[in-house]
């Protein structure tokens, strides 16, 4: 019955150059997990922010040409 039973290996089916290294308690170089909480949040303000002043930009660029300044 293999069905019931989990593969611990999660490095199967990827070459050993892309392996995480592994330390005494897990693997090494990996972020934590309020490191990703942390850059989750600056990714989606840096989305909203750029799209802001492509707005802006757009809005100004759209009253230089239409004279309305």
């Known amino acids: 019955m293999e069905g ?3 593969k611990l290996n999660l490095n ?3 070459p050993p150059r892309v392996w995480p290294k592994l330390g005494e308690w897990g693997p090494v ?7 990703k909480k942390r850059m ?3 990714v989606g303000l840096g ?3 750029v799209a802001a002043v492509l707005f802006l ?3 100004y ?9």
């Open 4 to 6: 019931l039973n989990s």
């Open 12 to 14: 199967a089916g990827a």
């Open 29 to 35: 170089n990996v972020p934590s997990t309020r490191q």
């Open 40 to 42: 989750r949040w600056f």
């Open 47 to 49: 989305f909203f922010a």
């Open 57 to 59: 930009y757009g809005w």
């Open 61 to 69: 660029i759209f009253t230089m040409m239409s004279g309305a300044s």
